[in-house]
């Protein structure tokens, strides 16, 4: 397996940064430890790394899709700092129940739906049943199983109240984000290797 077809699909709050329900100010970004260090060495291994986040603030009017787009962007210049990128960052605005038009609607891309992964898929040419998704929520560990990845739950962001529901779905359960990757790394290289 060629790693640029593997791609691991990190959720974004409670997993790569704390989780401030409903984040839009790029200066309150604060990166979970071992998030850098993660991304960096997935990015050193040749791995894809995407973000793939729903974002129903913007369907109830809370902020707009330019503020998640500047939280991003602070997100990408703190990586840099470190020598780490994420490859692409998706997110769904959408909300089915709640909002504003043309938010308030079934969709595709809000997670557990895999319509961020296959744009991911069909933009890098990434092998999702080689590929795995990271989260701290139930909705993170369906949404890979609904796209045939690995999944891994992190115990950091709502991880420790969602563990009793969905740890064992998940593939692995790690503490966070860097334990995941280590996980993830080793899920790798057998598979390289076999």
């Known amino acids: 397996m060629n790693p640029h077809e593997v791609g691991v699909f990190f959720d974004r709050d409670g997993t790569i940064n704390v989780d401030l329900d409903y984040l839009s100010d790029p200066k309150k970004l604060k990166l979970i430890p071992g ?4 991304i960096k060495e997935a990015n050193d291994l040749g791995v894809r790394v995407f973000v793939i986040t729903n974002q129903s603030g ?7 899709e330019k503020d998640v787009q500047a939280v991003h962007h602070r997100l990408q210049e703190v990586l840099k700092q470190y020598g ?7 997110y769904c605005p959408h909300h089915p129940n709640y909002g504003i038009p043309p938010y308030r609607k079934v969709c595709t891309c809000r997670k557990p739906n895999t319509g961020m992964l296959k744009e991911a898929q069909k933009s890098f040419g990434i092998n ?18 609904n796209a045939g990845c ?24 790690a ?18 290797h076999d």
């Open 35 to 38: 998030a850098v260090e993660a």
């Open 58 to 64: 913007v369907a109830r009017g809370l902020y707009d």
């Open 84 to 90: 780490a990128r994420i490859d692409a960052l998706f």
């Open 128 to 145: 999702l049943k080689a590929s795995f998704v990271v989260g701290d929520k139930c909705t993170d560990i369906e949404t890979g199983r």
């Open 150 to 173: 690995g999944t891994v739950l992190v115990l950091t962001g709502y991880g420790t109240t969602e563990a009793e529901e969905c740890g064992k779905r998940s593939d692995y359960v």
């Open 175 to 192: 503490r966070d984000i860097y334990d995941a990757w280590k996980h993830i790394k080793q899920t790798i290289e057998r598979g390289i």
